[in-house]
């Protein structure tokens, strides 16, 4: 049967609808790419190092219990272990190489007009010729301090035996003059405290006295006169004196210092608590 064209024309348009049609239930059926990109496998983190291995302590070496000394010194402490400051706000005056029969009374009257109490620190063999002195120094309230026997620099680095013979020999002189009197304190000629005589000095019941201020008035440079001097110790003491401080001078063969005192100890004494330690 023959088709005429209009129904050709039908049969054609049907068969282009049916061939769409299945190429897009094709289409439909391939899988599509994933809207996000692909996450990244998480990262673990990294496994924990052994731990270290504890290493034994190490002991000091020189250096290092120099820098100690030095830290304690810095904190309070002197040559030694020695004494440097009186531990409070108080000031302490202290006197060495005395008893001496002609400045020792004028210092000592000074005081007691000024109701001072001071520290004084006696050569053996001076109190063996002036026990009389050591007497007026304990009935003025004064502290008592061993400068040993013959005022020997190097003491403190002779034998122990040597160091205690000699601390015993200048504490057997004191007590001879004045029997009751209480002997505090030792310092060491020239201030050569060492560890040795720090101990055998606190074995014997002494604690050992260092200074925080030193005006050199043992000190007598050529062409200075005496009222440099005096002008020179007065100036050092008045700037160097701190709350605490103690302060170092001599009253065996020195004039001029006690001269200097009759000028500081008013001047401290409206500034500090003076004490005698």
């Given amino acids: 049967m023959r ?14 609808l049916m061939v769409g049609l299945a190429g897009r239930a094709a289409a439909d059926e391939t899988p599509s790419a994933p809207s996000h990109p692909q ?12 731990a270290k291995p504890v290493k034994p302590p190490v002991k000091p070496t020189e250096a290092a219990k120099q820098k100690v000394v030095t830290i304690s010194a810095r904190q309070g402490r002197g040559p030694g272990g020695s004494r440097l400051t009186t531990g409070s706000k108080a000031v302490a005056l202290t006197f ?12 000592l009257q000074l005081l007691a007009q000024q109701h001072v109490h001071a520290t004084f620190c006696l050569v053996g063999q001076n109190v ?55 002997i505090r304190y030792f310092r060491a000629p020239g201030g050569n405290f060492t560890p040795a005589v720090v101990a055998i000095a606190k074995q014997m019941g002494m604690g050992s006295l260092y200074w925080k201020v030193d005006p050199r008035d043992w000190d007598h440079p050529e062409g200075e006169t005496h009222a440099q001097h005096r002008a020179r110790v007065i100036a050092k003491v008045e700037h160097s004196t701190h709350p605490g401080a103690i302060v170092l001078s001599h009253d ?3 004039p001029d210092t006690i001269a200097a005192y009759r000028t500081l100890v008013p001047w401290l004494k409206k500034r500090y608590k003076l004490i005698g330690l």
């Fill in 3 to 16: 088709l005429s064209r209009s129904n050709k024309l039908v049969l054609f348009g049907v068969a282009l």
């Fill in 252 to 254: 065996y063969a020195q």
């Fill in 39 to 50: 996450a990244k496998p998480a990262i673990s983190a990294p496994p924990t190092p052994p």
């Fill in 128 to 182: 063996a010729k002036h026990p009389e002195l050591v007497r007026q120094i304990v009935a003025g309230g004064h502290t008592l301090c061993n400068h040993t026997w013959s005022h020997d620099l190097k003491l403190g680095k002779k034998p122990a035996a040597k160091i205690k013979a000699d601390l015993a020999r200048t504490n057997a002189a004191i007590r001879a003059a004045a029997p009751n009197a209480k």
């Fill in 96 to 107: 060495d190489d005395g008893p001496d029969p002609a400045q020792t009374p004028k210092i």
